[in-house]
C-alpha cells in the first residue's frame, strides 16, 4: 500500500519561494507509469490541481499558474517536489501530494497535506 | 470560481437518498472525459469515491453510486448514514488551453 507524504516549511514570506517534498513509501516512484501530482486547498474552498510529474520527468503545470510553478522528481529519494515562486497571501493552503493512473484519471492515493501560509 | 459547477450544499435524513450534480461545458465532461468523485472528511484528504463515472474503489460502499450523461455527472448516496456527512468533490478533464484537470468547488453534505 503506497504512502505519500509531505514536508516543508509552514510558514513562508511573500515574494519568496514556496518549496515542498512529497515522499513516497510502499512502492518506486519509477514503477508503474503513476503521475504523481500537487493539488491545492484554499481554506474553505475547492481543490485547485498545480501540476504534475511522468515518465520520470515529464511534466505539465496548470496553465494559470504556469510560470510560477515547477515540479521535479528525484528517483534516488523516491520523492517528487514543487516550487511556487513570487508567493502571496493567496497562495496560502493545504498542498496535498496525490498520485493517478493517467492524465485524466482520478486520484487514489493522498498524502494527508501540508498547510502553507504565507505572511509577513 | 471553479471549472466544474457543484451545489454548495445538500442535506437529507439518515435513510434518505440525496444526488449531488457536477456540470461541466463540451470542453471537459461534455467531450467524453471521465467524472471521478471524492469525499473529504473535516480536517482530511480527500478520498476516492467513485471513479470512471461509475466505479466505486474497494471498501467504498455501494450506497455511493455515480453516473454521466452529457456534459454533467451526478453522485448519488442511497441510505444516508451520518458519517456520510463530509465535503464532495468532482473531477474531470477539460482539453482547452492545452489540456488540465478541474474540479467542482464542492458540495458540503449535511445529515440532519
Known amino acids: 500500500q503506497v504512502q505519500l507524504q509531505e514536508s516543508g516549511p509552514g510558514l513562508e514570506k511573500p515574494s519568496q519561494t514556496l518549496s515542498l517534498t512529497c515522499t513516497v513509501s510502499g512502492g518506486s516512484i519509477t514503477s508503474g507509469g503513476y503521475y504523481w501530482t500537487w493539488i491545492r486547498q484554499h481554506p474553505g474552498k475547492g481543490l485547485e490541481w498545480l501540476a504534475y510529474?511522468?515518465?520520470?520527468?515529464?511534466?505539465y503545470r496548470n496553465p494559470s499558474l504556469r510560470s510560477r510553478v515547477s515540479i521535479s522528481v528525484d528517483t534516488s529519494k523516491n520523492h517528487f517536489s514543487l516550487n511556487l515562486s513570487s508567493v502571496t497571501a493567496a497562495d496560502t493552503a493545504v498542498y496535498y501530494c496525490?498520485?493517478?493512473?493517467?492524465?485524466?484519471?482520478?486520484?487514489?492515493?493522498w498524502g494527508q497535506g501540508a498547510l502553507v501560509t504565507v505572511s509577513s | 470560481q471553479s471549472v466544474l459547477t457543484q451545489p454548495p450544499s445538500v442535506s437529507g435524513a439518515p435513510g434518505q437518498r440525496v444526488t449531488i450534480s457536477c456540470t461541466g461545458n463540451s470542453s471537459n465532461i461534455g467531450a467524453g472525459y471521465d467524472v471521478h468523485w471524492y469525499q473529504q472528511l473535516p480536517g482530511t484528504a480527500p478520498r476516492l469515491l467513485i471513479y470512471g463515472n461509475i466505479n466505486r474503489p474497494s471498501g467504498v460502499p455501494d450506497r455511493f453510486s455515480g453516473s454521466k450523461s452529457g456534459t454533467s455527472a451526478s453522485l448519488a448516496i442511497t441510505g444516508l448514514q451520518a458519517e456520510d456527512e463530509a465535503e464532495y468533490h468532482c473531477?474531470?478533464?477539460?482539453?482547452?488551453?492545452?489540456?488540465?484537470?478541474?474540479f467542482g468547488g464542492g458540495t458540503k453534505l449535511t445529515v440532519l
Open positions: 496525490a498520485r493517478s493512473r493517467g492524465y485524466s484519471w482520478g486520484f487514489d492515493s
Open positions: 473531477q474531470s478533464y477539460d482539453k482547452s488551453l492545452s489540456g488540465y484537470v478541474v
Open positions: 510529474i511522468y515518465d520520470s520527468g515529464t511534466t
